[in-house]
């Protein structure tokens, strides 16, 4: 069984920051990916930002230069640092991992349960 867990989410004004954290857990062989999605209501889950264990980064181009993220391998944690939020950044922020899990030894998609970020004055 794997789990992704996320923290950090809140109310923030805009122009505000927060930082996320996920971290995974359980029988993990690898995982190849860590990243952020988010979905808000009545839109599709749209990618964030993304980092391979190379460290390779990705980023929607809406967040780039405001958003960062970072991981550790060896705790098998993911971090978005969000600077300069905007009201549209509001959203429900999932995390996401491509990990090889002990048992199966293939290479699935796994998701956080969510965070709510909320960008208002």
Not at 9 to 30: E, F, H, K, T
């Amino acid at each position: 069984q794997v789990q992704l867990v996320e923290s950090g989410g809140g109310l923030v004004q805009p122009g505000g920051s927060l930082r996320l954290s996920c971290a995974a857990s359980g029988s993990i062989a690898s995982i190849n990916a860590m990243g952020w999605y988010r979905q808000a209501p009545g839109t599709e889950r749209d990618l964030v930002a993304t980092i391979t264990s190379y460290g390779r980064t990705k980023y929607a181009d809406s967040v780039k230069g405001r958003f960062t993220i970072s991981g550790d391998n060896a705790k098998k944690t993911v971090s978005l640092q969000m600077n300069s939020l905007k009201p549209e950044d509001t959203s429900v922020y999932y995390c996401y991992g491509e990990v090889v899990a002990i048992d199966s030894l293939a290479l699935r998609e796994y998701w956080g349960q969510g965070t709510q970020v909320t960008v208002s004055s």
